[in-house]
């Protein structure tokens, strides 16, 4: 069976390549060899034509994977569309699912927890989501089965995070636009990370390029669990992160000037201003606006450049819904 032979240190980029182009099987497991890792792959002709090493090598089949797909092909008979709907929407990080249960099938909660563990025979805890409560984002949870614990090691974009849903916020949403950003850094540039929580955007940028990093956070749990987070991934990361406990509004008006500017803006805040005066080239801030306020938003960036006497090309991404009309995005701004 066909399968790619990459360095370890490359295995994240070849996987990710591999899916993009259609020919990843997802259906086996990969092997580490001591400096390499073996992919396995569908295609060998088209994994040579994109210049990869490709072997002939039996790795063996994820059984739960080939009987069980998701969890709407088990509960499609048991549950409503609209429950379904709910349903899927569950998050895996680490080895805790993390899944909201409408009220109205709470009573069926065993039925929804034996589904998950069919599809992720690995998990330990299964946790049911409460809302957002406080400026640092944090989650209420219960949980509904296994260990009695919210801590756990999640892995993405080939960096380990340590994350403890109880005391720092983590969303494993965001890892496409956190390696979105990292392939938009360029080696020597000086980052600045507002709002930096546990640092999952800063591992990975820091693990793609060779970039000074300097993060800021409130949450003192998260700064803990953020300096753990740099020791557990030291080995991988090619640039440097320096983390700095205070509130942006007090901390970062007395640091210089940097290349880029990052803003995983918490909801309610606005640090529009700040981010775009501390802003030498690039600023990505996140923000929740109402579809119909795009334009309004993005006027908004262009006016405040213009009173820090700074042109600037503005491009706004959707990145998540966030409620019905409402989405979190990102402006990419580009100041000339
Ligand atoms: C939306 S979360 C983003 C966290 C992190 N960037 C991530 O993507 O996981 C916002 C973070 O900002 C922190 N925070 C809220 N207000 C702050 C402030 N005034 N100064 C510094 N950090 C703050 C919260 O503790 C939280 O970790």
Redo the contacts with the bound molecule.
């Keep these: 069976m066909p399968a790619v032979r990459v360095k370890k240190s490359n295995a994240e980029e070849a996987k990710r390549i591999l899916k993009r182009v259609g020919i990843y099987d997802g259906k086996r497991r990969p092997r580490r060899e001591e400096e390499n890792v073996l992919l396995p792959i569908t295609d060998p002709e088209k994994a040579k034509n994109l210049g990869f090493e490709v072997v002939d090598i039996e790795l063996p089949f994820r059984p739960e994977r080939q009987i069980y797909k998701n969890l709407e092909s088990i509960l499609k008979d048991k549950f409503t569309k609209e429950e379904l709907n709910f349903l899927r929407r569950y998050d895996v990080i680490g080895d805790i699912a993390v899944i909201q249960i409408p009220p109205e099938i709470e009573h069926r909660e065993k039925e929804i927890v034996e589904a998950l563990l069919k599809v992720h025979p690995f998990l330990k805890v299964i946790a049911k989501k409460g809302f957002h409560r406080g400026?640092?984002?944090i989650r209420d949870y219960s949980i509904i089965w296994g260990e009695k614990r919210l801590t756990t090691v999640h892995k993405e974009n080939g960096v380990k995070i340590k994350v403890d849903l109880s005391r720092?916020?983590?969303?494993p949403r965001?890892k496409g636009e956190r390696y979105r950003l990292a392939q938009l850094v360029r080696d020597g540039e000086r980052v600045l990370?507002?709002?930096?929580?546990?640092l999952?955007?800063a591992l990975v940028i820091a693990r793609y390029k060779n970039a000074k990093i300097t993060a800021?956070?409130?949450?003192e749990d998260?700064v803990k669990l953020g300096i753990e987070n740099i020791q557990l991934n030291r080995d991988k990361l090619k640039g440097s992160i320096e983390i700095i406990k205070?509130?942006?509004?007090d901390v970062v008006p007395k640091l210089g000037t940097f290349d880029r500017v990052i803003s995983?803006?918490?909801k309610g805040?606005d640090a529009l201003r700040l981010a775009l005066e501390k802003a030498e080239k690039w600023v990505h801030y996140y923000d929740f606006v109402h579809e119909s306020k795009i334009e309004d938003f993005k006027e908004r960036i262009i006016s405040q450049c213009r009173e820090l006497r700074k042109e600037c090309k503005v491009k706004i991404k959707k990145v998540s819904d966030y409620k019905p009309h409402v989405f979190k995005v990102c402006a990419d701004i580009e100041l000339l």
């Design positions: 400026a640092f984002r720092a916020f983590f969303n965001m990370l507002m709002f930096a929580g546990i999952p955007y800021v956070e409130l949450n998260a205070g509130n942006v509004f995983p803006t918490p805040v």
